[in-house]
């Protein structure tokens, strides 16, 4: 967001060269891509494991009446932690040192990778393969005009939090009616809310590093980023194979 400014990180402002402040951005982008992609890594070996392991998947999730899988009770405290964990990140980022952070983020990349590893027994391996690298490829596409474009994404951006309220509230909804139109409707939705919201979120975070250069939360800021974008790219994932997975 090109006008707006997280307050948790508004802090001292030292001034820089333009050389000093690029080859600073740089690293700040560098550090958050580099731990939403080992997050992401992480995410897909644990599913990956779980998936491959018939102990492991029992104690997460087993087959029901209706012959349909669902989570066992370890497998609900498996899905619903990371939300506990976001909370804890956001609302705790001044108390919490950088190494807890991490820790944090790495254990929600990990629990992620439980809650997904029933993909791969309801997805062909090849079309979660194709999808990734489409995904991937998009992902890096929208990530970089967010990044090089010199147009305010921040209208955008207000305009897609309160498409992402009605996504949820629509997800909630369709928990319990089963409609297959509004599922079709909720993932291509879903698929445009978060292919803009990488973009925004990339300039977004880009902008932030002006307030932040140089003080302590520079560490932390980028945990933080690397989460959002993470949680972009497993959605737009997610989404995509909604439509481009084969199931089995």
Do not use: H
């Not at 498996?78 to 950088?98: H, R, T």
């Not at 939360?217 to 690397?226: E, F, T």
Request: proline fraction near 2%.
């Amino acid at each position: 967001m090109a006008n707006q400014v997280d307050p948790r990180f508004a802090s001292a402002r030292p001034t820089a060269d333009a050389a000093s402040y690029d080859e600073g951005l740089r690293s700040y982008m560098l550090s958050i891509y580099n731990y939403m992609a080992s997050g992401v890594l992480l995410t897909g070996i644990i599913a990956l494991l779980v998936s491959n392991n018939p102990a492991l998947m029992s104690v997460f999730f087993a087959e029901g009446a209706n012959g349909r899988v669902g989570p066992t009770i370890l497998g609900w405290v498996a899905m619903l932690s990371p939300l506990a964990i976001i909370l804890v990140m956001n609302f705790g980022v001044n108390k919490l040192s950088e190494t807890s952070l991490k820790a944090c983020f790495f254990g929600f990349a990990a629990l992620m990778g439980v809650s997904m590893s029933t993909i791969f027994v309801v997805y062909t391996g090849t079309s979660i393969a194709q999808t990734f690298f489409v995904t991937a490829a998009a992902y890096g596409a929208l990530s970089l005009y967010g990044y090089t474009t010199k147009r305010d994404l921040s209208a955008m951006g207000k305009f897609l939090m309160m498409g992402l309220i009605g996504l949820i509230v629509a997800m909630l909804a369709n928990f319990f009616f089963k409609s297959g139109p509004l599922q079709l409707g909720i993932n291509i939705i879903g698929t445009l809310i978060f292919a803009g919201l990488t973009a925004y979120d990339t300039q977004r975070l880009k902008s932030l590093y002006f307030e932040i250069q140089g003080s302590e939360m520079l560490g932390k800021s980028a945990i933080l980023g690397a989460l959002t974008l993470y949680l972009n790219f497993i959605n737009l994932f997610q989404f995509l194979l909604s439509f481009m997975g084969d199931r089995r």
